[in-house]
């Protein structure tokens, strides 16, 4: 009997799993170091309080609110949880600093810096404030510039993920900046969905994981049945990124679900280019008209559920939706997949 209990203890795999998350659960202020990746007119309080409240990490997206809104969204996001949460708040915001103010006024923890370089007085104001700054960070050279800048935290992100993506897959932005990357804890984001993966990436140095797209289907989520449908539909092939016809007219990379608008958006690229070699539009003007065609597109799809025309952002990992499920269940699965992954590794198969 003695000698039993002065064996040493192995810890089981949940015990294993959760030391492999502890920086970045720490870092987050959860029980995992999971977050809900932001999602314009996705991410609003039931999700992020659904994924709080589940021990995961929300992040309300702020896309383009005003600072009344944000400081609503937030509130009421506070009133359904008492855990911890974040807010992403796009750089080119014209009111970006404003917006930070509105997160430090609410005490918000972290805020998540999105859609380029944030301005140094914005991270500047946001620490002084007392918040965590989180950056994403698309290449190495952008990494150590952030850290220096003075970070806390970053984000990379792989071109599977769902919405604006970059050119590298987190498979090889995970083997060069995870690695060299130590000074902050780093979460990996883009085309996750299953725990075996999570585990994988935390054992590779990753502080955490951030999911879109797994989430979209959580009961709590507000996004319309037809948006969801697609997603339980979808498979990894359908999730494209969207096409330049032109190299003349740059089109930013958006990963979404094709659909009759993907199929325009091509012909509209098409007729718009006629015009501009036909002389009737000025170079200025046709790239205008195309980067206007999606202007208000995600929020037909995920709100008015027009997902033939609007904009169904989705990351390869929709293959992986099958089921619109609770978000604690999401968590649950993803945790339990990590742990039996890790108990399957111990026990040598
Ligand atoms: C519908 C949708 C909308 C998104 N909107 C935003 C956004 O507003 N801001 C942002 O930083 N990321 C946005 N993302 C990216 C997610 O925050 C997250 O990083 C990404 O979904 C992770 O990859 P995954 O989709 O493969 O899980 C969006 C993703 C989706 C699927």
Redesign the pocket.
């Known amino acids: 009997m003695e000698a039993l209990l002065d064996a040493p203890q192995r810890p089981g795999p949940a015990a294993a799993l959760e030391a492999l998350m502890a920086r970045g659960a720490a870092f987050l202020g959860t029980r995992y170091a999971i977050l809900g ?4 007119w ?1 991410s609003e309080r039931h999700l992020v309080s659904a994924l709080s409240n589940a021990g995961a990490f929300g ?1 309300i ?1 702020c ?1 383009a609110m005003m600072p009344d809104r944000l400081a609503e969204e937030i509130a009421a996001t506070q009133a359904l949880t008492d855990k911890p949460f974040g807010v ?1 708040l ?1 750089t080119m915001h014209p009111q970006l600093m404003e917006l930070v103010q509105v997160c430090l006024q609410a005490k918000v923890g972290h805020i ?1 810096f ?2 380029g370089i944030p301005p140094a007085p914005a991270i500047r104001a946001a620490k002084d404030g007392g918040t965590k700054v989180v950056c ?1 960070a698309p290449a190495m050279a952008l990494a150590k510039k952030l850290v220096r800048s003075g970070a806390d935290a970053l ?1 990379i ?1 792989g071109s ?5 993506i970059g050119p590298v897959s987190l498979t090889v932005l995970a083997q060069e900046i995870l690695p060299v990357i130590r000074d902050v804890p780093v979460f990996v ?5 299953r725990g075996e993966a999570i585990l994988s990436y935390l054992e590779m140095g990753a502080a955490g994981v ?5 989430f ?1 289907c959580a009961t709590e989520c507000v996004a319309h049945a037809n948006f969801k449908r697609a997603f339980i539909r979808g498979a990894a092939r359908d999730a494209l990124p969207t096409v330049q016809l032109d190299a003349d007219f740059p089109v930013i990379p958006v990963r979404a679900l094709q659909n009759q608008g993907t199929k325009r958006f091509l012909e509209h690229q098409a007729a718009v280019v006629q015009r501009y070699k036909a002389g009737e539009l000025t170079k200025e003007a046709a790239q205008l008209d195309i980067e206007h065609f999606w202007a208000g597109a ?1 929020r037909r799809a ?1 709100v008015d559920g027009d997902v033939e025309n609007g904009s169904v ?5 929709v293959g992986l939706v099958t089921q619109e499920q609770p978000a604690a269940e999401i968590i649950a699965e993803l945790m339990a997949q990590a742990g039996a992954a890790l108990a399957r590794r111990s026990e040598g198969n």
């Open positions: 990746g932001a999602m314009s996705v992040v997206a896309g992403n796009i998540v999105a859609g994403f984000v992100e599977e993920a769902g919405g604006h984001a883009g085309g996750i969905g951030q999911l879109g797209t797994r979209v995600l995920v952002m989705a990351g390869q990992s």
